[in-house]
């Protein structure tokens, strides 16, 4: 004879089961996983039964290929598509530009600004003590990036000098919450990442020659160590995926990429 619990389990299945949520996966950079992982918690709250997945970092390459390969249904992407990518046939848009930042462990007090002298100086080597810079007398641990990293091009293509570094210095970390995490735990350490990736982190935000990556000096280009923040797609978006997709560009979602250290495309 069936026990009750069985019969239960058979003909009473579970009730995730009856009324299983609709979800799509928004997979790719880590640059924007912090962002868009606090976008999708504030459309899940409006929108009950829905579900946004942000899954761990698998980079911008890996968000456009699971996304051709219908793995994902978005790909978080924090570069344009490249030459190369065009062939997968999809479609990209920029729903954020984040500021590239400078950031330090909590333990650095002093120094708040870097001249770009300074972030040359301290990625080829020259530098390797905080008190050059105005802090006590202690190593400068570095964190770096691998060759193509989002963050990585933007500091080779607007610090002069940065490209033609032949060796460079500190320890290179393959994503960017890895990379934030580093940083967070050890003292004394700097690295570079998107400025979004930061919120709530309490890592010290460095000013670059004096400028502040605030909102106001991204709009007005000011600040110009900036990626762009953008997602991918296969075919026409319909159903959750463009729900999701437009509430990025409402003003709820515009107003919670700001708070989050990005700014809303022009």
Same mark, same amino acid.
Request: aromatic share 8%; charged share 20%; glycine share 10%.
């Given at each position: ?37 606090? /976008? =999708? ?6 929108? &009950? $039964?829905?579900?946004?997945? %942000? ?6 390459? *890996? ?104 060796? /460079? =210095? ?6 960017? &919450? $890895?990379?934030?995490?580093? %940083? ?6 700097? *690295? ?75």
């Amino acid at each position: 004879m069936l026990s009750f619990t069985l019969i239960t389990i058979l003909f009473f299945p579970p009730t995730s089961n009856l009324f299983a949520q609709e979800k799509i996966v928004v997979a790719g950079t880590g640059d924007s996983q912090s962002l868009l992982r606090a /976008l =999708a918690e504030a459309f899940e709250k409006v929108n &009950p $039964g829905k579900r946004i997945e %942000i899954p761990d970092s698998i980079g911008s390459g *890996g968000g456009i290929k699971s996304t051709a390969k219908g793995i994902c249904n978005l790909g978080r992407v924090a570069r344009p598509l490249r030459e190369k990518e065009n062939f997968l046939g999809l479609n990209y848009k920029v729903f954020a530009c984040s500021p590239v930042v400078l950031v330090a462990n909590p333990s650095i007090t002093k120094v708040k600004n870097l001249s770009t002298k300074d972030i040359i100086g301290i990625y080829s080597g020259k530098i390797t003590s905080w008190d050059i810079l105005g802090e006590g007398k202690r190593k400068i641990y570095v964190v770096n990036r691998e060759n193509g990293d989002s963050s990585r091009i933007v500091l080779e293509r607007r610090i002069s000098g940065f490209k033609d570094i032949k060796k /460079l =210095a500190g320890q290179v970390v393959y994503s960017t &919450p $890895g990379a934030v995490a580093i %940083i967070k735990k050890h003292e004394d350490t700097i *690295g570079y990442t998107s400025l979004a990736m930061t919120s709530g982190m309490k890592l010290v935000v460095m000013k670059i020659n004096g400028i502040y990556p605030s909102v106001e000096n991204v709009k007005n280009e000011t600040y110009k160590l900036v990626t762009p923040l953008g997602l991918a797609w296969k075919g026409e978006l319909q159903g959750l995926a463009k729900e999701f997709f437009d509430f990025l560009f409402s003003p709820e979602g515009q107003k919670i990429i700001i708070q989050n250290g990005a700014v809303p495309p022009k």
